[in-house]
């Protein structure tokens, strides 16, 4: 049974260049969660979706940073321009029905993005 | 901030001892999740405990979830080398919010 895949795996990209994650949750969960784990602030959510739609983005740092989920297979996390400060490992995680924060969370096993 | 707050932030153990770590929280919950995180890899779900449960065990996994003290507490028992990772706790308050703890780092020693 897959679990939840993300890719790339690792991106080193320049500041001021435009980064895109993916993410495809575990089939059948209606939650997704998109997470930014660095040494300084730990785990912090950044925002999640329910049946594709967005619930809560309070977690997103900025304006540079977008989510989006177009079908229930598949989500990206986009930062336009990305900064040095936006490196970290991001993971992408999913959890089935039922009030998604109580619920168990399946999670990628992330994206180590470094902004150069 | 509702975050929750694990202790120790790092543990060294030899393989066969007990290990436990601690959760301490802010707010209201509805429940308590621990998390286990291996190095370079995503978080790996343990245990649920809602707030009107007070003991769960799964194989070698104790939690306790004390709401009077707003903490929790997650014992391994009889810990093995491949225990060896990091530990999280995450709060979730009504659906309100959902915050991780930052990390017990537990190394078990063979």
């Known amino acids: ?116 | 901030s509702q975050q929750g707050e694990e202790d120790p932030q790092a543990l060294s153990i030899q393989e066969g001892e007990n290990a436990t770590m601690n959760c301490s929280y802010k707010t209201s919950i509805n429940n308590l999740q621990w998390y286990r995180q291996n190095s370079g890899r995503g978080l790996v779900h343990l245990i649920l405990i809602r707030s009107n449960e007070r003991e769960k065990h799964s194989g070698r996994l104790r939690v306790t979830l004390d709401t009077s003290k707003k903490s929790s507490s997650l014992l391994i028992t009889a810990s093995r080398a491949a225990d060896t990772a990091s530990y999280f706790c995450a709060t979730s308050n009504y659906g309100q919010n959902f915050v991780f703890g930052p990390g017990t780092r537990l190394s078990v020693l063979p």
């Open chain 1, 1 to 116: 049974d897959a679990g939840v895949i993300q890719s790339p795996r690792h991106e080193v990209t320049e500041m001021g260049q435009e980064v895109t994650l993916r993410c495809k949750p575990i089939s059948g969960h209606d939650y997704l969660f998109w997470y930014r784990q660095t040494m300084m602030r730990g785990l912090e959510l950044l925002i999640y979706f329910n049946n594709n739609v967005p619930i809560d983005d309070s977690g997103m740092p900025e304006d540079r940073f977008s989510a989006k989920m177009p079908n229930a297979s598949f989500s990206t996390l986009k930062i336009q321009p990305s900064e040095p400060r936006d490196s970290a490992v991001y993971f992408c995680a999913s959890s089935p029905e039922g009030t998604g924060l109580n619920q168990p969370q399946h999670f990628g096993d992330g994206t180590r993005l470094s902004i150069l």
